[in-house]
Structures are given as C-alpha cells and as structure tokens.
C-alpha cells in the first residue's frame, strides 16, 4: 500500500528531517527589520530549492508589491509550488511563512535564537514553532509521498510567505492579481496550536485584528514641568486617560459600535467550549500572575477565543533616562490593537476610534492617527468533509482524536483567502502555548513535529478521497 511506504520512509528520514529544518531555521529571516532583506531572499531561495530537489514540476519564487502602506514598495517573495496534476483528485492549498519575529530582548535567550539546538526533544530557535517547524512538516510528508509514490495522490499548491508577521502585502497583492493560482477546496495551515500537550485540536476560528498608531502632540518643544505643568495639556497625561477610557470595568470596549457585528454564539456552542479541558490555575500560575481578568460574562477561554479586546502594545514619550527630568513632553505616542471576531470590520473600527479619540483630545493637544494593519476574523464549520478528513488524519498520527477549538491570534491573510477563494480551512496547529512563540526562547517539540509529518502524509490520503 502507497501510504505504508510513505510511513517507512518517514521513519527512515526522521532524524535527517530534524537537521533539514535547522538548516532553514539558521537563516534570520526577520522581516520586520529592513537589513534582513537579503535573508528574506535566502530564506525564500533555500525553500524553492528543496522544493525544486524534491521533484516538483513547479517552483517558483515569486516577487511581490506590498502596497499596505498606500505606495507601491517591494515586498518579501513569495515561493509557490506544485506537485504533479493528478486528475480529477482535489486541489488544495498548504500556507505557511517563512518570516519569522524579532529577536529582541536578546539577551533573555539561553541558546543564540539562529543557532538551533534541540534539547528534551525540544528544539530552541526563533521560528522552530512559528512557522519554519510547522510549514516545512507538509514539506516532508510531500516529500515522502514523491519519492515512494512518484506523487501525492491530490494536487498540492504550497503558498509561503515571507511577510506575515509584518503585514502579508506581497502576498495580498498577489492573491489580488492571481486569484485563480490560489484556486483550491481546501486550504491547509499550521500556524496555530494544539489544545495542549498531547491534545491536538482543529482550529474553527481566528480572531482578526484592528492595529492602530496614535501621536499626540502638544506645545512646540519639551517644557519645563514646573513653569508650565497645571497650565499646558501634557500629551502624555492626555494619552494615557484617553486609553484607559477604551475599556469600562466590565471590560467592554467604548468604541461607539464597535459589538454590533459581533455574533453571540449559541448556549450549546459555550457548552462545548466549556466541556473541553482547561485549568484555570494553572494557566495563570504557569505566567506568574495572581489571576485572570477580562469582559465580565464570559470564561477566560471564551475572553481568549470568541469576544473581541483592546490592549495597547507599546507606549512611549517623555522622558526615560535615568535619574529624575521634570519635563512636561511635547509629545506622546501608543501603538495598541483591537482583537475582533467573525462580522467586525478592521477598518471600520480604526475608524471609529480614531472618531471617538478625536472627541476626547482635551485643549492643546493635536493628533496624528495611523491604521497599520488589520484583518477579519474566520470560521469553517466542524461538518464540513474537509475539516472531517483532517481530523481523521490527526488521531490516525497522534492517536488521540482532536478537539475542535479556536485561536485567539490573527492570521489577517487567513481571512483574505477566505474572501477571495473561499476554500474549506484546515487550520492543524502543531504548535503550544509553552512554545514562546514571539518571545525569547521560542521551541518546538521534535516529538509534535514527527507526528505533524505523519498527520500530513495520511491528510493527503485522506483528502484525496473527498468527493
Ligand atoms: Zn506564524
């Protein structure tokens, strides 16, 4: 049988697959920082090239225009593949980026974060979970169905990108311009997380976000606290009321409409997400905080999945030098972000708030208000053959079946391909919440990566027999 020769072959290669992603893994591809764009083009280079090894008919690496910030400039490529044509099987879509965060604060990393090392099973590296480990799992199990098979059974488009954690503008122009080569049914990601150890979970749903920047400035230079302060708005001052005024204490956003579109889920729908396993000790004592908070009404895993927030992402003005300045600043800056839910528009809600802030800035005070990013949120429904299909395919690898879950975090592109080719979502996360994905000391489990291979090796089976 075809996918018992694929199982030995995974078997056969499994360590080798293992130092294959370091390889990709030493390349810094932070896209965020403009001196990494040579990286960007390695990190790209290197993926087509193994593609290219593996056999597939086509490998292209792709140039991109990331139009997000209103002027055309060249964005990260995009590297796009395809299997060979198996006719009348069908088509799907596998999603990954090869972009990875900063590494800032560097020094609070035990390992150099491009220099992987694999302890306890566990490999250590910026991007081992997010996304580099992940993606390059159906790279292998691709592999492993070319060199015994000659071929998948169905045809596989791999779509990586090397912008999603700065803004996915190279490849949302693409997907604008070329629609039909991202025609598909299905979509595959793994960029999300199981429910816990050794619980696996199809992703139903992405929240989207709303990202925002806001400048306020008020007299033409810094001022003298003591001459001034009382007499003359303070920026700072004025910024921080204004922003805590996003949030009541009941933890509902101000924003004039801004839960219209949101839609309640239903009572046996909170019950589902109820029944699935979750310590809320633990899950607090785990980030070494005293307790939870978060919109009144609702469990800590629904305020993480289902209901949209506000939380401000960065803040910065005045003086932050040592010792003591009595300034009053002329200026006051805050980067913060609304995460929405399925219904809510990102642009909208900039929108709005820019509108809401403007009718609060108090006397002497002006600002500057930028919409950065944002994206909507998604849902594919738990009956749907597809997401039936890969669901199969995860217990067959994992020996557990998986839940049905959702994700707090954004994939804004998710959502753009949802709009555009509307295919059924497979969102498998291999990742966990322990990976420290974005933060220092990011990791993967080496023993979640094996099974990812194997859970996509069998996925292709079984989505090939979907009718
Ligand atoms: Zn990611």
């Known amino acids: 049988m075809a996918l018992d020769e694929v199982k030995k072959y995974l078997r056969d290669n499994a360590t080798l697959f293992e130092a294959t992603l370091t390889e990709l893994l030493k390349i810094p591809t932070i896209s965020a920082e403009s001196e990494h764009r040579p990286d960007m083009l390695r990190g790209a280079e290197w993926l ?10 086509m490998v292209e690496v792709l140039p991109t225009v990331d139009r997000t910030s209103g002027e055309a400039k060249a964005g990260n490529p995009v590297v796009y593949a395809e299997t060979p044509y198996v006719a009348g099987a069908p088509t799907i879509l596998v999603y990954g980026h090869y972009d990875v965060q900063p590494v800032d604060p560097i020094e609070l990393w035990k390992t150099p974060p491009f220099e992987p090392v694999i302890q306890n099973r566990r490999m250590y590296g910026r991007g081992t979970s997010d996304d580099k480990g992940q993606l390059i799992t159906h790279v292998f199990a691709t592999e492993a169905w070319m060199k015994t098979a000659g071929r998948p059974p169905l045809n596989i488009r791999f779509c990586f990108e090397g912008e999603e954690e700065t803004s996915s503008g190279g490849l949302e122009d693409l997907l604008q311009r070329e629609p039909q080569r991202f025609a598909c049914d299905a979509m595959v990601v793994s960029d999300t997380c199981q429910f816990g150890p050794n619980r696996p979970a199809i992703t139903c749903g992405l929240r989207g976000i709303s990202y925002c920047e806001i400048e306020l400035t008020g007299p033409n230079r810094d001022l003298h606290s003591g ?49 699935m396993p979750f310590d809320e000790r633990a899950f607090f004592e785990e980030l070494e905080v005293t307790g939870t908070i978060g919109e009144k009404g609702y469990t800590t895993t629904e305020r993480r999945w ?24 002329a200026k006051a800056s805050a980067k913060f972000s609304f995460r929405l839910v399925p219904n809510q528009d990102p642009e909208q809600i900039a929108n709005a708030t820019k509108a809401w802030i403007e009718k609060r800035l108090p006397t002497g005070v002006t600002m500057k208000f930028t919409y950065l990013h944002g994206g909507r949120g998604v849902l594919s429904s738990t009956a749907n053959p597809f997401v039936r299909a890969a669901a199969a395919a995860v217990e067959e690898a994992f020996g557990v079946a998986p839940l049905y879950m959702r994700d707090g975090g954004s994939i804004p592109i998710i959502a753009k391909f949802a709009e555009v080719v509307n295919p059924a979502m497979l969102l498998v996360g291999l990742g966990l919440d322990m990976d420290q994905i974005h933060s ?6 080496m023993d979640d990566f094996q099974k990812g291979i194997l859970s996509s090796a069998i996925l292709w089976e079984k989505l090939a027999l979907v009718k």
């Open 48 to 57: 087509a090239d193994y593609l290219t090894k593996m056999g597939l008919p």
């Open 227 to 275: 001459t001034f302060g009382g007499a003359v708005t303070n920026p700072v001052n004025a910024l921080t009321r204004i922003l805590a005024d996003m949030i009541d204490a009941d933890g509902r956003v101000q924003i004039p409409g801004f839960y219209d579109g949101v839609v309640e889920l239903t009572a046996e729908e909170r019950e589902e997400i109820r029944r």
């Open 306 to 329: 289902i209901r949209p927030t506000f939380d401000i992402n960065g803040i910065w003005g005045g003086f932050q030098g040592e010792g003591s300045k009595t300034v009053l600043p």
């Open 440 to 445: 220092p000391n990011e990791s993967f489990s």
